[in-house]
Protein backbone atom coordinates (compact mmCIF):
# COMPACT_ATOMS: atom_id res chain seq x y z
CA UNK A 1 0.00 0.00 0.00
CA UNK A 2 1.35 3.25 -0.97
CA UNK A 3 1.91 6.10 1.84
CA UNK A 4 0.24 9.60 1.73
CA UNK A 5 4.13 10.71 1.37
CA UNK A 6 4.66 8.84 -2.11
CA UNK A 7 1.21 9.98 -2.97
CA UNK A 8 2.22 13.66 -2.33
CA UNK A 9 5.56 12.99 -4.21
CA UNK A 10 3.69 11.40 -6.98
CA UNK A 11 2.39 14.97 -7.66
CA UNK A 12 5.73 16.34 -7.32
CA UNK A 13 7.00 14.21 -9.60
CA UNK A 14 3.96 15.05 -12.28
CA UNK A 15 4.25 18.76 -12.19
CA UNK A 16 8.36 18.56 -12.14
CA UNK A 17 7.72 16.49 -15.46
CA UNK A 18 5.47 19.11 -16.85
CA UNK A 19 7.82 21.85 -15.97
CA UNK A 20 10.34 19.84 -17.71
CA UNK A 21 8.31 19.55 -21.04
CA UNK A 22 7.70 22.85 -21.02
CA UNK A 23 11.77 23.95 -20.48
CA UNK A 24 12.63 21.84 -23.03
CA UNK A 25 9.81 23.43 -25.34
CA UNK A 26 11.08 26.72 -24.51
CA UNK A 27 14.33 25.97 -25.19
CA UNK A 28 13.70 24.57 -28.54
CA UNK A 29 11.92 27.94 -29.53
CA UNK A 30 14.98 30.26 -27.90
CA UNK A 31 17.44 28.10 -30.18
CA UNK A 32 15.51 28.55 -32.91
CA UNK A 33 15.41 32.18 -32.91
CA UNK A 34 11.74 32.34 -32.61
CA UNK A 35 10.36 32.49 -29.13
CA UNK A 36 9.85 36.10 -29.30
CA UNK A 37 7.55 34.92 -31.89
CA UNK A 38 5.92 31.18 -31.08
CA UNK A 39 2.90 32.66 -29.25
CA UNK A 40 0.42 29.53 -29.68
CA UNK A 41 2.94 27.32 -31.80
CA UNK A 42 4.50 26.48 -28.37
CA UNK A 43 1.36 24.28 -27.94
CA UNK A 44 1.70 22.68 -31.20
CA UNK A 45 4.90 20.49 -29.40
CA UNK A 46 4.32 20.81 -25.82
CA UNK A 47 0.62 19.46 -25.94
CA UNK A 48 1.65 16.64 -28.02
CA UNK A 49 4.42 15.99 -26.39
CA UNK A 50 2.87 15.89 -22.87
CA UNK A 51 0.00 13.41 -23.87
CA UNK A 52 2.63 10.96 -25.54
CA UNK A 53 4.36 10.95 -22.23
CA UNK A 54 1.77 10.18 -20.03
CA UNK A 55 0.69 7.44 -22.45
CA UNK A 56 3.89 5.79 -22.77
CA UNK A 57 5.35 6.86 -19.34
CA UNK A 58 2.75 5.43 -16.77
CA UNK A 59 2.83 2.17 -18.92
CA UNK A 60 6.58 1.88 -18.34
CA UNK A 61 6.37 2.73 -14.69
CA UNK A 62 7.73 6.00 -14.11
CA UNK A 63 5.67 6.57 -11.38
CA UNK A 64 5.88 3.40 -9.68
CA UNK A 65 6.85 3.30 -5.75
CA UNK A 66 10.05 0.68 -7.13
CA UNK A 67 11.14 2.98 -9.89
CA UNK A 68 11.46 6.57 -8.17
CA UNK A 69 13.04 5.14 -4.80
CA UNK A 70 16.29 3.96 -6.69
CA UNK A 71 19.04 5.80 -8.62
CA UNK A 72 19.71 2.82 -10.39
CA UNK A 73 16.23 3.13 -11.81
CA UNK A 74 16.88 6.58 -13.28
CA UNK A 75 16.93 5.07 -16.76
CA UNK A 76 13.59 4.14 -16.78
CA UNK A 77 12.44 7.85 -17.27
CA UNK A 78 14.75 9.04 -19.77
CA UNK A 79 14.04 5.60 -21.93
CA UNK A 80 9.91 6.20 -21.09
CA UNK A 81 10.98 10.10 -23.02
CA UNK A 82 12.38 8.71 -26.18
CA UNK A 83 9.67 6.22 -26.59
CA UNK A 84 7.62 9.18 -26.06
CA UNK A 85 9.18 11.25 -28.51
CA UNK A 86 8.34 9.76 -31.70
CA UNK A 87 4.11 9.45 -30.57
CA UNK A 88 4.49 13.10 -29.44
CA UNK A 89 6.52 14.33 -33.34
CA UNK A 90 3.13 12.20 -35.11
CA UNK A 91 0.79 14.13 -32.99
CA UNK A 92 2.75 17.18 -34.19
CA UNK A 93 2.42 16.08 -37.43
CA UNK A 94 -1.35 15.21 -37.53
CA UNK A 95 -2.21 18.49 -35.63
CA UNK A 96 -0.13 21.00 -38.06
CA UNK A 97 -0.38 18.81 -40.96
CA UNK A 98 3.84 18.55 -41.91
CA UNK A 99 5.79 15.72 -42.96
CA UNK A 100 7.71 13.73 -39.73
CA UNK A 101 11.80 15.06 -39.92
CA UNK A 102 13.22 11.83 -38.16
CA UNK A 103 16.09 14.30 -36.54
CA UNK A 104 13.48 16.40 -35.10
CA UNK A 105 12.15 13.21 -33.60
CA UNK A 106 15.95 12.45 -32.10
CA UNK A 107 16.32 15.85 -30.91
CA UNK A 108 13.48 16.68 -29.25
CA UNK A 109 13.62 13.08 -27.56
CA UNK A 110 17.65 13.54 -26.89
CA UNK A 111 16.53 16.52 -25.19
CA UNK A 112 13.33 15.75 -23.32
CA UNK A 113 15.30 12.30 -21.77
CA UNK A 114 18.28 14.91 -20.73
CA UNK A 115 15.26 16.52 -18.98
CA UNK A 116 14.00 14.32 -17.40
CA UNK A 117 16.71 12.39 -16.14
CA UNK A 118 18.14 16.21 -14.65
CA UNK A 119 14.75 16.49 -12.79
CA UNK A 120 14.31 13.03 -11.63
CA UNK A 121 18.06 12.78 -10.38
CA UNK A 122 17.30 16.32 -8.33
CA UNK A 123 14.02 14.58 -7.07
CA UNK A 124 15.79 11.74 -5.73
CA UNK A 125 18.38 13.56 -4.38
CA UNK A 126 16.52 15.88 -2.63
CA UNK A 127 13.43 13.83 -1.34
CA UNK A 128 14.12 10.45 -1.53
CA UNK A 129 18.10 10.34 -0.41
CA UNK A 130 17.10 13.19 2.01
CA UNK A 131 14.63 11.76 3.47
CA UNK A 132 16.94 8.42 3.99
CA UNK A 133 18.96 10.75 6.03
CA UNK A 134 16.29 12.02 8.28
CA UNK A 135 15.07 8.81 9.30
Do not use: C
Request: charged residues 10%; positive net charge; glycine residues 8%.
Amino acid sequence: MQSDRFRRQRIVLIAGDIIVFVLVTVFGFSTHGTLGTAGLRILAIFVPFTLAWFAVGPLMGVYRFEIVQKPAWLWVPAWATLVAAPLAILLRAIILNVPILPLFVLIMGGVSAAGILIWRGLFYWFSVRRSQFNG
